[in-house]
């Protein structure tokens, strides 16, 4: 007999996205431009995230899908139907940072960008779908970038105070679930979508690195407060990639190698936006590495009186590691580093595919934080081909989530606190790292192609019908 899941009752299932990624629209609304709109598709995407010295500028010769996304900005009304179809009682999206300061530094927000927001939260309330709201989802004002070299500067901390402030107040009875910084972490790996600044050719990358973190820290901790403040029943979480790491085999060295990374790379933020203060570990990381951070009066303090409400983390991949690498050893899609796990499978873009390690995920986040978790990404990036009657095939994603929805049933049943499960890219939209479109994940297909043909029409694939069924026995027929 097959095993059935008890999720808790009022569990927030749905599905997750970005504006940047989404919305297009990228002029309207006196929209200013932001970090991925200077971002062209394909592969060469992958190359400027991962290579010092980008210029973020537009080459009209280039493709640029984050323009026109999958055109949400206009059809939002008719994609929040489809979500209300398949029964979704949360959806996740981001607020665009240049909608509402389209320069970032201006002192009075953007009203056509406020009101759009308004339509879209209304429209969702209509439909029953609590919105489930990220700040700042790799989407920095490109003005911030240039004139003040993104979250390097300060300066910048006072004017997220500025844009928090201007959405907490607008949105406070339409708004109650927020997370500040989506995948905080990423910044380790990825600062220009999430730090706000490309590392010069010859520059050490640390002491700027870390630097914008404690200036992100601050900035995050801020927003905290605010929330509490203006909207007392709201629920502010801090937004981590959680990449479980495992050592390659039982050699103590690189056991202690796998987890001085997890420690790094999963632990670190959260440790500051959980607990409230740098952990022990990283002082000595940071006398290894030069770094001295500047430090203000009162920093501290804040980071220990504001912490977050809860944990929502995306999950994709686990991690093996292994202190000394040959290049044959390393995964190609392994976008945080690691060597190829032997155990497990990879999906058309090399991420290795671990439902287990979701389960391992969740227990280790709440054994080390004990404060509830929500999954707010998880999902697979596929080609899928649409059939001659146009319907899509997708038991590959179904086989996919059907396995990491049972590892978090496993998970509750060990005793973890989650909150709810918010897949990501429910409907197709452009990929964050390789800006195609062809990567897709969602439960509703967008017609819309890497040479940006298409008609953008929605259609509903096959995994459309058994999450619709997930959801509606609340996670029971999985
Ligand atoms: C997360 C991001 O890294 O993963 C999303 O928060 C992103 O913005 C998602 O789209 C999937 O990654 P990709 O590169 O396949 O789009």
């Known amino acids: 007999k097959q095993k059935t899941y008890k999720f808790p009752a009022g569990f927030l299932w749905g599905g997750a996205t970005a504006a940047n990624q ?19 598709g394909g592969k060469e995407r992958l190359k400027i995230l991962a290579e010092p010295g980008f210029n973020f500028e537009i080459d009209p010769d280039k493709y640029y899908p984050n323009h026109e996304g999958i055109d949400f900005y206009h059809r939002y009304k008719e994609d929040i139907a489809l979500f209300a179809e398949i029964g979704f009682k949360a959806f996740r999206l981001s607020i665009a940072w240049t909608r509402i300061f389209p320069n970032g530094d201006e002192l009075e927000p953007n009203e056509e960008g406020l009101a759009f927001y308004d339509r879209v939260f209304d429209e969702l309330h209509k439909h029953g779908i609590e919105p489930v709201v990220t700040i700042s989802h790799y989407e920095m004002p490109l003005n911030l970038v240039k004139e003040y070299g993104g979250w390097r ?11 928090v402030a201007a959405i907490f107040n607008r949105y406070k009875n339409k708004v109650k679930y927020w997370m500040t910084f989506n ?6 790996a990825f600062p220009i979508m999430s730090l706000g600044f490309s590392i010069e050719k010859e520059e050490d990358k640390f ?18 407060k605010l929330g509490h403040e203006i909207i007392p029943d709201s629920k502010i979480g801090c937004m981590i990639i959680f990449a479980p790491t495992y050592s390659f085999d039982s050699n103590p060295e690189n056991v202690m190698h796998a987890l001085q990374e997890e420690r790094l790379f999963n632990n670190f933020c959260g440790d500051v936006q959980v607990r409230g203060e740098y952990p022990a570990f990283i002082n000595r990381y940071f006398k290894e590495h030069n770094i001295e951070l500047d430090i203000e009066e009162g920093d501290l303090a804040l980071f220990k009186e504001h912490t977050v409400d809860y944990i929502g983390f995306s999950y994709y991949m686990s991690r093996t590691e292994k202190k000394e690498k040959t290049p044959e050893e390393i995964g190609e899609g392994n976008m945080i580093g690691g060597v190829k796990n032997p155990f497990l499978q990879a999906s058309d873009w090399g991420w290795e595919i671990d439902p287990e390690g979701l389960r391992i995920a969740l227990n280790k986040l709440y054994d080390r934080y004990q404060i509830p978790l929500f999954v707010v990404e998880n999902g697979l990036g596929a080609y899928d081909k649409v059939e001659e009657d146009g319907s899509i095939h997708d038991d590959y994603r179904i086989d996919y989530l059907r396995e990491h929805i049972k590892a978090m049933g496993e998970a509750v049943e060990d005793g973890v606190g989650l909150m709810g499960y918010t897949a990501w890219g429910c409907i197709d939209l452009v990929s964050a790292s390789s800006g ?36 509606s026995s609340n996670g029971e027929r999985v």
């Open 153 to 163: 500067d300060r300066k910048v901390v006072t004017f997220f105070e500025r844009y």
């Open 207 to 224: 002491k700027p690195t870390f630097q914008a973190f404690h200036h992100q820290f601050v900035a995050s901790a801020m927003a905290v």
């Open 22 to 40: 989404m919305e297009g629209g990228f002029h309207e609304g006196n929209k200013g431009l932001n970090i991925a709109d200077v971002l062209p």
């Open 436 to 471: 195609e479109y062809s990567k897709r994940y969602g439960f509703i297909y967008v017609d819309k192609h890497d040479d940006g043909s298409g008609t953008m029409d929605r259609s509903r694939k096959k995994s459309f019908f058994w999450y619709k069924d997930v959801i």
């Open 183 to 188: 995948e905080i972490n990423s910044g380790l």
